[in-house]
């Protein structure tokens, strides 16, 4: 018998009866504010279960079923989510981690599709491989996140912190990134033949200050107004890009062709290696 008692109140709030979590059906329980300190939920069903507030530092919940679950403010640092299912097609299926602690958590793998996870933490945590289509950052800190060959695409990230990010082989596709802080983040590649795909995304507004964007593909991106000094660009796909009004200051344009990028009120006279046709030198 398992009883699951409040992290502040002591209040016993589900028993069950079973003798470990794991794989346990946990459907439509009432845990908020629950003290699920390194619980082994491993496999767990928690579909549509209140766990708002809850403290789930260092919960070992690998596979476990979170869909139309509410962790709202709930505590995961540090915790277990290896192919968490937490997300779906329907974004009413999906969870919602609004203002949640994820810092160092293991999301690697995770189905975090239309999930809310707005002004959450998740400094540091592993996204790789990641399925974030459609997901709602606006306003967390992703600082430090590891997310190689994860998908954000039509993700909104309006505004998010996600300063040395590794965003290596990622698919950013039409992502909305207006206003974030992408300093020192490396949307580079893991190998020589890979590349990250940012066609479509909006980085209007953004801080790209040193920045990988080697040999990515940015096509159609919007770049208006965005830091981008000191970013290389070496070899990138900028078809079509907007960089109207950014700030071009030693950034690396070696290798990129320039013709039908949008380069009115950016100067690029302390850009290195830009190529400017003989057309465009007076909209510098």
């Known amino acids: 018998m398992i009883k699951i008692k409040h992290k502040t109140s002591g209040e016993i709030l589900a028993t069950v009866d079973a003798e470990t979590l794991a794989g346990a059906d946990l459907r439509e329980m009432q845990l908020n504010g629950a003290d699920l300190r390194g ?17 789930l530092a260092g919960a070992r919940l690998a596979e476990a079923v979170l869909l139309s679950a509410n962790l709202s403010g709930a ?17 009413a299926r999906a969870a919602i981690f ?5 810092d160092k958590a293991n999301l690697a793998g995770a189905d975090l599709r239309h999930a809310s996870m707005r002004d959450a933490q998740i400094k540091g945590a592993d996204l790789s491989h990641a399925d ?23 993700a909104t990230m309006r505004e998010v912190n996600m300063c040395h990010a590794d965003l290596r082989n990622c698919h950013l596709n039409d992502a909305n990134l207006s206003g974030a802080a992408l300093h020192d983040a490396d949307f580079g590649s893991t190998t020589d033949e890979g590349f990250t795909v940012l066609n479509l995304a909006d980085f209007e507004g953004a801080d790209l200050h040193n920045a990988n964007l080697r040999r990515c593909s940015a096509q159609d991106a919007n770049f208006r107004d965005a830091n981008l000094s000191e970013v290389d660009f070496t070899r990138a796909v900028l078809g079509g890009a907007i960089l109207r009004g950014a700030n071009v200051a030693g950034a690396d344009f070696n290798g990129v062709e320039l013709g039908s990028v949008t380069m009115e009120f950016a100067n690029f006279s302390k850009a290195l290696n830009a190529a400017i046709p003989f057309y465009k030198k007076n909209l510098r």
Do not use: Q, W
């Open 98 to 102: 609004n203002g949640a602690i994820l």
């Open 75 to 91: 505590n995961l640092e540090g915790a277990d989510l290896y192919r968490v299912r937490a997300g779906s097609d329907r974004p």
């Open 132 to 154: 974030m289509r459609e997901t709602d950052f606006s306003g967390s800190n992703l600082c430090h996140v590891v997310a190689t060959k994860a998908l954000f695409i039509h």
């Open 39 to 55: 619980a082994d939920l491993r496999g767990a069903n928690l579909e549509f279960s209140d766990l708002k507030e809850a403290d």
